[in-house]
C-alpha cells in the first residue's frame, strides 16, 4: 500500500531510568526492580539487580521520557525536505503534553500515520504508558483500544523489513548499513543515553542522536517505497 508521504510523521523517542543510579532508589522502587530485574538476570551472568539498573530505562515502569522528535516530509518528489522537531528536557509531563498538542493539531483533519523503527513494540506504546502515568490523555492517533489491525495508523520500517519473518530484531543501524545509508550512530548509542543525561546533563548532545534516527527512518522508508533520499541541504531543524 502506498501512504501519502506528507501525511506521514516519522518519530524516535530517546529514554532514561527514573534515577541516576539503583542506589537512589526508594526501598519499594527497589524491591519492585530486583523483582523486575530476577527474571532479566536469567540472561545476564555475573549481573545483579543493581548492575543491570541501566537498562530500566527501556520498561515505561522504571524509566521516563527525555527527547520525542518527529520529522515531517513536505514538497514534490524532486523538491522534498524533511523537518525536523523535537521536544526534550527533564520534565516529560511537558515533553508529552507538548508534543500530543502537536500531534493532535497535525491530525486532525485527512489520515494520518505514525512510523518509526521498531515502533509498535516501543515507542509507541512507550508514549502511552508515560501519557497514562502523567496523567495525560491519548491522542486518537495513538490510541488503539478497540480498533482492528487495519485501522491502525502506525507503520514501522522494522516490520516492513521482515516481509512476513519473525525469526530476529534488525537494528536501525544495521539496516541503515545494509541499504547504504548513513548511519545515525556516529556520536552515542542507545546504551551511552542515561549516562550523557544523568553525567554530562547534555540534553543537545541525545537530542541531536535522537534527531539523526528521525532522518534515518525517514530515509529509509522512502527506500522502500522506491523514491530518492532527501539531501542533508533539504533537512530544517525547528
Not at 11 to 39: C, G, I, R
Not at 103 to 115: A, G, I
Not at 150 to 162: A, F, G, P, Q, Y
Request: charged letters at 30%.
Amino acid at each position: 500500500m502506498n501512504y501519502p508521504i506528507q501525511n506521514i510523521l516519522f518519530l524516535d523517542v530517546e529514554t532514561v531510568p527514573q534515577k541516576a543510579s539503583y542506589e537512589l532508589l526508594d526501598e519499594e522502587w527497589k524491591k519492585l526492580w530486583d523483582t523486575k530485574a530476577s527474571f532479566l538476570l536469567k540472561n545476564y551472568e555475573n549481573e545483579t539487580s543493581e548492575t543491570i539498573y541501566e537498562r530500566a530505562g527501556i520498561y515505561a515502569e522504571f524509566g521516563k521520557i527525555i527527547c520525542i522528535s518527529c520529522g515531517i516530509i513536505h514538497g514534490s518528489e524532486n523538491e522534498r525536505k524533511l523537518v525536523i522537531k523535537s521536544f526534550a528536557g527533564d520534565d516529560e509531563k511537558k515533553i508529552l503534553a507538548d508534543f500530543t498538542e502537536m500531534l493532535n493539531r497535525w491530525s486532525s483533519n485527512e489520515p494520518k500515520y505514525l512510523c518509526a523503527h521498531n515502533g509498535k513494540e516501543f515507542d509507541f506504546p512507550y508514549i502511552c504508558r508515560r501519557l497514562i502515568i502523567n496523567n495525560l490523555p491519548i491522542p486518537v492517533l495513538l490510541n488503539i483500544a478497540g480498533k482492528k489491525p487495519w485501522e491502525i495508523n502506525h507503520l514501522d520500517t522494522m516490520e516492513m523489513w521482515k516481509f512476513g519473518d519473525y525469526k530476529s530484531y534488525t537494528s536501525l543501524n544495521l539496516l541503515a548499513r545494509t541499504l547504504g545509508i548513513s548511519t545515525p550512530k556516529d556520536d552515542i548509542d542507545g546504551s551511552m543515553v542515561a549516562k550523557v543525561y544523568y553525567e554530562e546533563k547534555d540534553i543537545d548532545r541525545i537530542v541531536t542522536y535522537c534527531q539523526k534516527d528521525v532522518i534515518t527512518t525517514a530515509q529509509i522508508f522512502l527506500r522502500f517505497n522506491g523514491e530518492k533520499q532527501i539531501e542533508n541541504t533539504n533537512i530544517e531543524f525547528k
